[in-house]
């Protein structure tokens, strides 16, 4: 069965750096695009980014605006977001996602909290 363990989350500062990881199984990870969703509390799933198989291309939501990068470890079975001056309108539930989409993913994990506060 495909599992998707998303570690790395926690309480930031604004302005703060966070990385989070995904560790995937049950699956051929190389051969598929990974992505990471987020969800705030009252508000719908939002698509963050996404990487396709073999890391060649990246795709990132708007908001983004350069602050966060995605990256994978395919010998690893691995994908990694590097969250770069965090806001406080990015707190949400951050998940890992097996596909590119919203609309294409497959599989998500149980998710992993951050928070930007003072």
């Known amino acids: 069965a495909v599992q998707l363990v998303e570690s790395g989350g926690g309480l930031v500062q604004p302005g703060g750096s966070l990385r989070l990881s995904c560790a995937a199984s049950?699956?051929?990870?190389?051969?598929?695009?990974m992505s990471w969703v987020r969800q705030a509390p009252g508000k719908e799933l939002e698509w963050v980014c996404a990487?396709?198989?073999?890391?060649?291309?990246?795709w990132y939501a708007e908001f983004v605006n350069k602050r966060f990068r995605i990256s994978r470890d395919d010998a690893k079975n691995m994908v990694y977001l590097q969250l770069n001056n965090l806001q406080p309108n990015d707190t949400a539930m951050y998940y890992c996602?097996?596909?590119?989409?919203?609309?294409?993913?497959?599989?998500r994990g149980q998710g992993t909290q951050v928070t930007v506060s003072s």
């Open positions: 996602a097996k596909g590119a989409s919203i609309d294409t993913m497959t599989d």
């Open positions: 049950g699956f051929v990870f190389k051969d598929y695009y």
């Open positions: 990487i396709r198989s073999g890391g060649m291309q990246e």
